[in-house]
């Protein structure tokens, strides 16, 4: 299909495929935690929804599709982009791209390519139904299937492909490259200056703030009129065109982190294309920014005390003292005397070491404990490849664009100090991190609110884990009054291991994951042994 090339201002030419502009309509267009036993039971209680009938209606079908996307080989495509060791001999990573409508349902000929990659096994039967798995905003789909293939979650793909879609903008899909250097590294650093680092967080936010607004006007000048084009409802867009390739009713979708809010967003807006829909580790849907920030403040904060006992009872490189000896090296990052680190940087690089891991649990709080204990002793080499790393999977253009654009009822910049005073006495390790990112957002477009589902035909699972140092344990809890409201049938399945994905790293989960898949049917709430 032509292309007539995009017209880029002067300060983007680094832009890289913002938005593909076709001549036609689109309708024409063709880590590793510890596992245990099964399933621990709790029978007080599966949910916030109505009990169910004694003979509910059959699951809907979850069905192969008719016609497929054009797949090739690409583990190493991938595993070079994010920095993977190879999968296992029995794995296939196969990659696709397809066009959507850059604004779904609204008639434009600008379109997006987004990327997906389907993880399989050698065993996996080919007339299998897919699953479409997401991440959203916070690393990308790609890189969490691939987590899955990689860990005792693998079981999940011996009778289901899953197919991630890496989020409109980032990873692979159309990936956005519209700030400048300077911009981008400013927002990251929670405009940290070891210049001034000794006057505390009040110069950090004026020059947060100020960069957030500059950073606003350049990249929606380089994407006008489509600033408000990277929310999760058109993401979520972009698997209802996916479901239209491949000419099938319904399809399964597994929201990990916020890639929730992608699966939720879709659920409001095509509740009658929903077969299965599973929640892996959901942060808060709908709620306001602070509500949210707090809630993921909290959780991420209990994940890195876990951390610092685990550590200390393994007599760890950081000692007996882990807790105190993190949180020294967070405030010498703070106050500029720790190379070029900020505190932001440590932060990332510690959060996403132990997310994005294919290895035990201990062997996993080993490593990172060397990696901050090296830092400590003056050497910040591998802490600084770990952030950089964090950076490049959690800190695009792309994914800076998406939050804001799904900003709720964003919190004014007067507020900042008053939150940051009182998180960093609540969350020591991450409150003041938390509130200074909200400033992030500042002066950009927030979309229009996320829809929210009047109903599910099918029954929610739900995943959550108290060692999820992405977004922390608590969302599912805050998902409640939703579902309530929406006379939703769900189940809570809990896990206190280590990793991003509560399916990738727990066999356990994985399996009730696939029979919930197979049947439709969701267990009784209860827990994984970590």
């Known amino acids: 299909m032509p292309r007539v090339p995009l017209l880029r201002s002067p300060r983007s030419a680094t832009v890289v495929a913002v938005l593909a502009i076709v001549g036609a309509l689109l309708a024409g267009c063709a880590v590793g935690p510890d596992t245990g036993p099964g399933l621990v039971i709790d029978n007080g209680g599966g949910g916030g929804g109505p009990a169910a009938s004694t003979e509910a209606p059959a699951a809907p079908a979850l069905n192969a599709p008719r016609t497929d996307l054009g797949w090739r080989t690409c583990p190493d495509d991938v595993a070079g982009r994010y920095g993977l060791s190879a999968t296992a001999a029995d794995v296939r990573i196969e990659c696709a791209d397809f066009q959507a409508s ?239 680190l900020s505190d932001a940087d440590v932060l990332s690089a510690i959060t996403t070491e132990l997310a994005v891991t294919t290895t035990d649990r201990a062997s996993t709080v080993a490593r990172v404990s060397r990696l901050l204990s090296s830092a400590a002793a003056g050497d910040v080499g591998g802490l600084t490849q770990a952030a950089t790393r964090a950076r490049a999977l959690r800190g695009t253009d792309g994914q800076l664009l998406s939050r804001c654009n799904d900003t709720s009822q964003p919190v004014g910049q007067n507020e900042i100090g008053g939150l940051v005073s009182s998180w960093s006495g609540q969350y020591r390790f991450t409150g003041t991190d938390t509130a200074l990112s909200l400033l992030r957002c500042s002066g950009w477009p927030a979309g229009p609110a996320a829809p929210r589902p009047e109903g599910f035909d099918v029954p929610v699972l739900l995943l959550t884990s108290g060692y999820d140092t992405i977004n922390g344990g608590t969302g599912a809890g805050a998902l409640e009054p939703l579902f309530v409201s929406a006379g939703a049938k769900t189940s809570t399945v809990t896990w206190d291991g280590l990793g991003f994905s509560v399916a990738a790293h727990s066999d356990c989960a994985a399996d009730i994951v696939t029979r919930y898949v197979e049947s439709g049917e969701i267990p009784d709430t209860g827990a994984c042994p970590s």
């Open 102 to 340: 850059i604004t779904p349902g609204v008639a434009t000929i600008d379109a997006v390519d987004v990327a997906a990659v389907r993880v399989r096994l050698t065993s996996t039967p080919m007339s299998a139904a897919p699953l479409v798995l997401t991440s959203g905003s916070d690393i990308p789909s790609a890189l969490t299937a691939v987590l899955v293939a990689n860990s005792p979650g693998r079981n999940l793909l011996a009778s289901h492909p899953l197919v991630a879609v890496d989020r409109r903008g980032t990873g692979a899909s159309s990936p956005l490259d519209c700030l400048t250097v300077r911009e981008r590294n400013t927002l990251l650093d929670n405009g940290f200056d070891s210049s001034d680092a000794a006057s505390g967080v009040g110069p950090r936010q004026t020059r947060l703030a100020t960069t957030a607004a500059e950073a606003s006007d350049g990249c929606s000048e380089t994407i006008s009129p489509h600033q408000l084009a990277y929310t999760a409802a058109n993401a979520a867009g972009d698997l209802e065109r996916l479901r239209t390739i491949w000419g099938v009713d319904r399809i399964g979708i597994v929201g990990v982190g916020a890639g929730s809010d992608v699966a939720l967003a879709y659920a409001g807006l095509y509740r009658n294309r929903v077969a299965r829909l599973v929640l892996d580790t959901p942060p808060a849907y709908l709620a306001s920014a602070r509500d949210r920030a707090q809630q993921i403040a909290a959780g991420t904060d209990a994940a890195l005390t876990t951390f610092a006992t685990d550590c200390a009872s393994a007599n760890c490189s950081l000692g007996t003292g882990a807790r105190a000896a993190v949180l020294s090296l967070i405030d010498r990052a703070a106050s500029g005397r720790l190379a070029t």
